[in-house]
């Protein structure tokens, strides 16, 4: 099960954090994986990260701007998420991909646990 968090209303220009956090003992050898999808439009592929937080990818829309980053002792992951645009509102996924793959997948059919999201907005 997947729980995110910290959604919110910022500025632009501001900064978010948003978490995720997991139940279950296959966290730390899971790909974890943030998501988002704004109002009309398809769920798109913001960031990832390996089992062990050492391999990381990112949209180029995010890039230089998020991080994300995980915490396997507290089954948590984060995505820090600085100078945000009205373009970055949209509601936040996380997804799980079990397993240790050496692979980071982009592709929402590649994942097969999702949690229920976290709205974020950003205001102009």
């Known amino acids: 099960q997947l729980q995110a968090s910290g959604g919110g209303l910022v500025q632009a220009g501001g900064s978010l954090r948003v978490s995720c956090a997991a139940s279950?003992?296959?966290?730390?050898?899971?790909?974890m994986t943030w998501f988002r999808q704004a109002p009309g439009k398809e769920r798109e592929f913001v960031a990832t990260?390996?089992?062990?937080?050492?391999?990381?990818y990112y949209a180029d829309s995010v890039k230089g701007r998020f991080t994300i980053s995980r915490d396997n002792a507290k089954n948590t992951v984060y995505l820090e998420m600085n100078s945000l645009k009205p373009e970055d509102t949209a509601v936040y996924y996380c997804?799980?991909?079990?397993?240790?793959?050496?692979?980071?997948?982009?592709?929402?059919?590649?994942?097969?646990?999702w949690g229920r999201g976290t709205l974020v907005t950003v205001s102009s």
């Open positions: 997804a799980l991909r079990s397993g240790r793959d050496p692979t980071l997948h982009t592709q929402t059919y590649q994942y097969p646990y």
């Open positions: 279950g003992r296959t966290f730390s050898s899971a790909t």
């Open positions: 990260t390996n089992w062990s937080g050492r391999s990381t």
